[in-house]
């Protein structure tokens, strides 16, 4: 069973950054595709990035593309997204992640995903 946790979330203003983690216990998430989703009050869960578990390639929602960036660290035992120039409409409760199945792409929709962390709150307000 793969267990998820999401760290870094906060209050921020806006134009700042924060970086969130996502760490998985007694696993390595090398070569598994890590997705960040976020959902904010009263609107559907959307598709943030991707970093994928086939070859490392790097996927962006359009409403993030510039702003975010999606890297495993050295170990490959956390995935991060560091957001910059955030924004008020950034605000939502993030999530990562993963269909636990070695050397896959990234899927379409959350639909795709099995595991996920219990989500951690960022807010950007002045």
């Known amino acids: 069973q793969v267990q998820l946790v999401e760290s870094g979330g906060g209050l921020v203003q806006p134009g700042g950054s924060l970086r969130l983690s996502c760490a998985a216990s007694?696993?390595?998430?090398?070569?598994?595709?890590i997705s960040w989703f976020r959902q904010a009050p009263g609107k559907e869960r959307e598709g943030v990035s991707c970093i994928s578990g086939y070859d490392g390639s790097t996927k962006y929602a359009d409403s993030v593309k510039g702003r975010f960036t999606v890297a495993r660290d050295n170990a490959k035992t956390t995935v991060y997204l560091q957001m910059d120039s955030l924004k008020p409409e950034d605000t939502a409760v993030y999530y990562c992640a993963t269909d636990g199945v070695l050397y896959s792409d990234c899927g379409t929709s959350s639909d795709d995903y099995d595991f996920w962390g219990q989500g951690t709150q960022v807010t950007v307000s002045s």
């Open positions: 007694r696993f390595t998430l090398n070569y598994y595709t």
